[in-house]
T-cell receptor
Framework: AQSVTQLGSHVSVSEGALVLLRCNYS??????LFWYVQYPNQGLQLLLK??????LVKGINGFEAEFKKSETSFHLTKPSAHMSDAAEYFC??????????????FGTGTRLQVTL | DAMVIQNPRYQVTQFGKPVTLSCSQT?????MYWYQQKSSQAPKLLFH???????NEADTPDNFQSRRPNTSFCFLDIRSPGLGDAAMYLC?????????????????FGPGTRLTVL
């Protein structure tokens, strides 16, 4: 079975500071990993994904994540936080869809607060 | 723009009164998913369709049903809503990507329907 663990249910950073949201995964096969962002009363928007190509993945809104197999991690970073980054962030791992469709297993989420 | 649409965005129903939530897509994806998300929790998969094939999660209550009359539309029916069913319901579609011998579906989410049960 696959799983992801997000360390820190709440993270607070100052505007302009580095954003680091942590995600560790567990998977018996090469994982497909995703980061989604959710604004209040909205659906989930894909930030970026890792699908066994480049280990450093760049996404939208200036976010990026690095896949580190040795650490089983896929942490999300952004060099400089903006007020508009305040949202809930979910890390997810996909199974390989060897039956019908693949499914996502989500972490518990990290709420990012950005302060002035 | 191609998208996933959910109607209504906000739904209020009474305890025990059946309710239907709607999802439509213009992406022409063959997979559609329904998730339940309670406050401050991760989305929980209820079921999904792969074309017309319905796949129920083992722990999805019988109170939840779904219909997919065609590729574009999918409905979530809650036969007798209880107070515990108040949540955000998210619809997603999936397109298939292949990497080596494995395949996965990248999921595209709608804006959700927030259900209140009185």
């Amino acid at each position: 079975a696959q799983s992801v663990t997000q360390l820190g249910s709440h993270v607070s950073v100052s505007e302009g500071a580095l954003v680091l949201l942590r995600c560790n995964y567990s998977s018996s096969v090469p994982p497909y990993l995703f980061w989604y962002v959710q604004y209040p009363n909205q659906g989930l928007q894909l930030l970026l994904k890792y699908t066994s190509a480049a280990t450093l993945v760049k996404g939208i809104n200036g976010f990026e994540a690095e896949f580190k197999k040795s650490e089983t991690s896929f942490h999300l970073t952004k060099p400089s936080a903006h007020m508009s980054d305040a949202a809930e962030y979910f890390c997810a791992v996909s199974d390989h869809g060897t039956g019908t469709a693949s499914k996502l297993t989500f972490g518990t989420g990290t709420r990012l607060q950005v302060t002035l | 723009d191609a998208m996933v649409i959910q109607n209504p965005r906000y739904q209020v129903t009474q305890f025990g009164k059946p309710v239907t939530l709607s999802c439509s897509q213009t992406l022409n994806h063959n997979v559609m998913y329904w998730y339940q998300q309670k406050s401050s929790q991760a989305p929980k998969l209820l079921f999904h369709y792969y074309d017309k094939d319905f796949n129920n999660e083992a722990d999805t209550p019988d109170n939840f049903q779904s219909r997919r009359p065609n590729t574009s539309f999918c409905f979530l029916d809650i036969r007798s809503p209880g107070l515990g069913d108040a949540a955000m319901y998210l619809c997603a579609t999936g397109n298939k990507w292949t990497s080596g011998i494995f395949a996965y579906n990248e999921q595209f989410f709608g804006p959700g329907t927030r259900l209140t049960v009185l």
